[in-house]
């Protein structure tokens, strides 16, 4: 019995231009959340009892901002003082002075603070989605996670969509080519938009994208060579297709979410 060999571009040969495409997507998503953004306002405020994510109502005036939300039917009040760095900050809540204090040591001054008791039961706090503590307090592991999950599924992906025998694909070089400069120029692109109208603290930010992502990209271009070559039915060909998708994607997913993390002002 003859196997027949198949021509044209099948599936297989567009999976590894997708991944780039879904990892700017998780830039999209995080751009509604990222703290280093929150450069008006408030991201998030601590207390022993709970935290406060929403609501927040804030002036600037000269320097200093100050941030209201109402907590149990009184106000809390953050001062801080607006810049490239975290200089500090004074917390008052229904005219009694709190400590006040930044969470973290990294970040594009993200306005993240930890303030001290209100003395309000925590069934009288403000409701926090659960995705919200997820991605603030163990974002590398959320990301990582997520980069994981991502290498496992285009792995998959390849194994399965790696079928019968096909031709190389007339367009091989162009889809080579074309997936590495993607996986680097979105990374890029990731990267200002979790950082535009924000903090200016990462001048040098693109410089650093430039150099981290060359290898993973390379190793995406790889992929795509592979991916768009001659096909047989040899089991360790789609063994080895897929275990190159699995490396290509956890390489460009992890450099690329973490990096995303830091730029958005998520702290270490």
């Known amino acids: 019995m ?5 021509l044209g571009v099948g599936p297989l040969r567009w999976l590894p231009q ?3 495409g879904i990892l700017l ?3 999209v998503l995080l751009v509604p959340v990222a703290p280093g953004r929150a ?3 408030l991201h998030r405020v601590d207390t022993p009892e709970f935290s406060v994510v929403d609501g927040f109502r804030c002036a600037v005036a000269d320097d200093r901002a100050t941030c209201t939300v109402p907590i149990a039917g009184r106000p809390l009040t953050v001062e801080y003082r607006v810049g490239r760095t975290f200089t500090g900050c004074a917390a008052n809540y229904d005219g009694r002075d709190l400590r006040c204090e930044r969470i973290g040591g990294y970040g594009p001054a993200s306005p993240w603070v930890r303030v001290g008791s209100l003395g309000v039961p925590a069934g009288e706090a403000p409701d926090v989605p659960w995705w919200r503590d997820a991605l603030d307090l163990w974002w590398e592991r959320l990301l990582l996670g997520c980069a994981l999950v991502l290498a496992l599924a285009a792995g998959l992906a390849a194994f399965l969509l790696h079928r019968a025998p096909r031709l190389e694909d007339g367009d091989r070089l162009r889809r080579t080519v074309a997936t590495g400069v993607s996986s680097w120029l979105l990374a890029l692109v990731s990267t200002f938009l979790v950082t535009w109208g924000g903090n200016d603290d990462f001048g040098a930010m693109p410089l650093f994208v430039t150099i981290a992502v060359v290898v993973p990209a390379g190793l995406m271009a790889c992929w795509q060579h592979v991916a768009a070559g001659p096909t047989g039915e040899r089991p ?5 297709q897929a275990a190159l998708a ?4 956890l390489a460009l997913g992890a450099v690329q979410l ?8 998520l702290p270490d």
Do not use: I, M, N, S
């Not at 699995?246 to 994607?249: D, S, V, Y």
């Open 236 to 240: 360790r060909e789609r063994v080895g």
């Open 39 to 41: 450069t008006d306002g």
């Open 246 to 249: 699995f490396l290509a994607t």
């Open 18 to 20: 997708v991944v780039p």
């Open 25 to 27: 997507l998780f830039a």
């Open 258 to 265: 973490l990096w995303l993390g830091l730029a958005a002002g």
């Open 2 to 6: 003859t196997t027949p060999t198949r």
